[in-house]
């Protein structure tokens, strides 16, 4: 059972790698008018807003934090600023894709930045309730929609131009997911998804501190409900919950995708290199070497144009923005290249691999 200060530290460290640079941005919190939009408490949900100068053209980032995979974890998860809305603050500060300095993010300087908090548990799949006392509600589908419908009341989202799905860890996972339900939202805009570290490998190995990932991950699929949240029936009704991994929904995936990623997670625990047949071990750098050459090639396969990626040897999850350069070029430039120019215009068609060995300190800072 996982401790509130385990959760603490899965929330701090969901807000801090969304930013921690100049220039930060500052967004003010929207309170849905849908009363089926609740946190696992069932605490009414709220999002948060920056309006931009250029009205029509929306980044949407979805906050991650790990998940809940069992119904005690949830219980406790309920407790906190990851389950609850009752503690979240007027505004929130973000900087990196958030910025409103064109030098740090020239793509989306001038857009309408919008940051949905992670309360969910279930990367924004779920849509049940538990038959616990007191009960969980597992409302992702319902606070995507619920966002997405007063964007369109109070934004002018009807009118979007352009929509960038992003996030990071379990908010990257839901950039897989659900760009694509987006996108079907304003189906006259163009679209594109911006998973930082959602690339997570399917087995049972040991993540967040727990073993038996691919388990716990069927379990929540299942008493969340999570099919019903996810856009790509043709994924959930071949693969099932196999689709709450990237490498597996990907094929079904109609938007193109930037990813941003490490070849070597630092949240990746000891154990299988998903079915490469790797026994993934950090103190043993070989071992390590190998599961990153399995993480490209799968990558690499999955990934390609009018996709791209952007693929780093600094062991690191999240963040990072603007801070590597493969090919002398950093991220945010990359990215807006990727979606202006196409992934022609990048070195290897897009797929922007640093591919040095582990340990690298120096991929870190290149």
């Not at 969304?18 to 069932?42: F, P």
């Not at 940051?115 to 589908?141: E, M």
């Not at 190995?205 to 019903?228: I, P, V």
């Amino acid at each position: 059972m996982l401790s509130r200060c385990r959760w603490l530290f899965l929330f701090v460290l969901a807000v801090a790698v969304q930013g921690g640079r100049a220039s930060n941005t500052v967004l003010n919190r929207v309170e849905v008018a849908s009363s089926s939009a609740k946190c696992l408490d069932g605490s009414p949900y709220s999002y948060y807003v920056s309006p931009g100068s250029t009205p029509s053209k929306f980044y949407i980032n979805m906050q991650g934090g790990g998940w809940c995979q069992d119904l005690n974890e949830c219980a406790q998860r309920a407790q906190t600023a990851l389950g609850s809305s009752k503690s979240w603050t007027p505004t929130q500060t973000f900087s990196d894709t958030f910025s409103r300095d064109s030098l740090q993010n020239p793509l989306m300087a001038n857009w309408t930045l919008v940051y949905l908090p992670y309360c969910d548990g279930g990367s924004f799949t779920g849509n049940a309730v538990s038959a616990t006392d007191p009960p969980l509600y597992f409302r992702g589908l319902n606070i995507r929609e619920a966002v997405v419908a007063d964007l369109r009341q109070s934004y002018g989202f009807n009118d979007a131009s352009d929509v960038v799905v992003g996030g990071c860890s379990a908010g990257g996972l839901a950039a897989y997911l659900h760009t694509d339900w987006y996108a079907s939202q304003v189906p006259k805009a163009r679209a594109g998804a911006l998973p930082d570290s959602g690339f997570f490998l399917d087995g049972n190995y040991t993540r967040d501190g727990k073993e038996d990932y691919e388990a716990r991950m069927q379990q929540m699929y299942l008493f969340m409900n999570s099919s019903a949240g996810i856009f790509s029936t043709q994924c959930t009704e071949v693969l099932g919950y196999k689709c709450l991994f990237a490498l597996y929904m990907l094929p079904y995936i109609k938007t193109p995708v930037f990813a941003l990623n490490s070849a070597y997670d630092a949240t990746m625990g000891n154990g299988p290199c998903g079915n490469s047949g790797i026994t993934f071990n950090w103190s043993n750098a070989t071992s390590v070497n190998a599961c990153g050459t399995y993480i490209r090639t799968l990558m690499r396969k999955l990934l390609q144009p009018p996709s791209a990626a952007f693929l780093d040897a600094c062991q690191h999850h999240c963040g990072e923005w603007n801070s590597i350069h493969i090919h002398n070029i950093d991220s945010s430039v990359a990215f807006t290249t990727w979606y202006t120019k196409g992934s022609g215009a990048l070195p290897d068609s897009g797929f922007l691999d640093q591919g040095l060995p582990y340990p690298c300190a120096s991929c870190c800072r290149d």
